[in-house]
């Protein structure tokens, strides 16, 4: 009666099962009577069958999914197909929740569609890093990345919806462009279904529209680049396995417009997720896989952003060795970005601030590692590339501002300046009070972490009540 099973459940299952009003026992009846019209007598799933397909995420044979799409489509008065209820069908070869998909066009536009019609229509705060894939489950299926190529998509002869040019194409950039901005003024959990229903209908372009196969590739790249800011907003609000299946999505699209450098980008997005949750040997590996796949079409800023991530990584790993080369090769890189080089949009953000702040956390993270004169003489490097950081940051970059701060306490904590923590501590709160974001409480509980050996001193004694304060109203 099953082949496979979840150990998340399945939510869209419920979502749905919920809305029909049915009872499990009610549901499995009508299962059992559909099945033997369609000469199926043998399926007679009972209620503790139905439970499990729901609360276990066992996944029912064929042709179960079929007949549960229908019947809650005649319920509900909504077209549902099998991929809505969390099912494999006809339509949808792979499941929504893993990572190997089929490196093919016509699998990927079915694959987004079915993943932000989802997003949009559940409810995803039960979403956290539980369901998150790591390790060889994560890794393996994406080792094929650097050898995929852009494959065709299958004959359509219409009837087209309409004719999509470059001008299109231009609009979904600019749209998107306006969404990174408004993640780092406010976060990402102010707009992120925004932009995952404007992902939706732009994927919807590749599957219903005419188009050449020019406009065709770069369509893939303008949804592969909304798909990265989609898995990001998704990551900064705490959503993290939606996150996760955003960012794969988005690599196969990237893959499909034939851009291996957009790819490294959403590639060391996932990097930062799996640091942020504690994964740093997957952070290094999908590292590893960027640097290794876009090693023909990275330009010099790709490369300064990798090695940049590579020294934190590194230094976060205990390598610090290793984390200073690739901090020199960084700056290396960074420096051969010429005047009239063409910067994708989608790593303009990474300029000499972001650059200065990401190799300044580095320097801080082995400044806890070490001991003695080099500890302070790590400490004082961080300081001094953190702060020009800060001074080169753009006015809307809130959340990079503010998290330069947290960086400059955590530093000054490594050393036990206090008076100096103490300040930097207080401006990044009125900042990060600003923003709704599921990382500034990540990151505001790891600092008062930080400062338990000083929590018998007045002016940290103080500041952890502020902390506390900014936790309990930030999203």
């Excluded at 000054?412 to 900042?431: I, K, Q, S, Y």
Aim: glycine content about 10%; some cysteine.
């Amino acid at each position: 009666m099953a082949n496979e099973q979840s150990t998340a459940g399945n939510p869209q299952l419920q979502h749905w099962f919920d809305l029909t009003g049915l009872g499990r026992k009610e549901l499995a009846a009508l299962v059992g009577d559909r099945a033997a019209a369609k000469g199926e007598p043998n399926v007679r799933p009972d209620e503790s069958r139905v439970r499990r397909w729901i609360r276990d995420g066992e996944i029912p044979r064929a042709p179960v999914p079929e007949i549960l799409a229908a019947l809650f489509s005649e319920r509900l008065g909504i077209p549902l197909t099998p991929a809505d209820l969390g099912l494999p069908g006809p339509d949808r070869p792979v499941l929504l929740s893993g990572v190997d998909l089929p490196w093919h066009a016509a699998s990927t536009v079915t694959a987004i569609a079915n993943l932000t019609r989802t997003d949009m229509m559940l409810d995803s705060s039960s979403d956290d890093a539980a369901v998150v894939k790591s390790g060889d489950d994560l890794t393996r299926p994406l080792e094929r990345w650097p050898y995929a190529e852009p494959s065709v998509l299958s004959p359509r002869s219409g009837p087209f919806t309409g004719r999509v040019g470059m001008s299109d194409v231009e609009g979904i950039r600019a749209l998107t462009a306006m969404f990174r901005e408004a993640d780092n003024r406010l976060g990402g959990g102010m707009t992120r279904k925004a932009v995952v229903a404007t992902m939706y209908d732009a994927n919807n372009l590749l599957k219903t529209a005419e188009y050449n196969e020019k406009v065709g590739q770069q369509l893939f790249r303008a949804v592969a680049a909304l798909g990265s800011v989609a898995g990001w907003m998704s990551f900064d609000a705490g959503k993290h396995g939606s996150a996760q299946r955003l960012f794969v999505v988005a690599l196969h699209a990237a893959t499909e417009g034939g851009d291996k450098a957009l790819g490294a980008h959403i590639l060391q997005c996932m990097a930062r997720q799996m640091s942020h949750l504690g994964h740093i040997k997957d952070a290094l590996d999908l590292l590893a896989l960027a640097q290794y796949g876009s090693r023909h079409q990275a330009g010099p800023a790709t490369k300064a952003l990798l090695a940049g991530l590579e020294s934190r990584f590194r230094a976060i790993d205990g390598h610090l060795t290793e984390s200073d080369a690739a901090s020199a090769a960084a700056e290396t890189a960074f420096e051969r970005i010429g005047p009239g080089d063409d910067v994708p949009d989608y790593l303009r953000w990474f300029d000499r601030a972001e650059l200065c702040a990401t190799l300044g956390i580095a320097h801080q993270i082995a400044a806890r590692q070490s001991s003695g004169n080099e500890r302070y003489r790590r400490a004082e490097r961080s300081t001094e590339m953190i702060t020009e950081a800060m001074g080169l940051r753009p006015a809307g970059r809130v959340r990079s501002t503010a998290f330069d701060h947290v960086g400059l306490v955590r530093t000054h904590l490594a050393v036990g300046e206090l008076d100096g923590a103490t300040e930097h501590t207080r401006t990044a709160l009125t900042l990060l009070s600003t923003l709704t974001s599921a990382r500034v409480g990540d990151r505001l509980s790891e600092l008062r972490d930080e400062t338990t050996p000083f929590a018998g001193q007045s002016p940290i004694r103080e500041l952890r009540e502020e902390i506390d304060t900014v936790l309990a109203t930030t999203g």
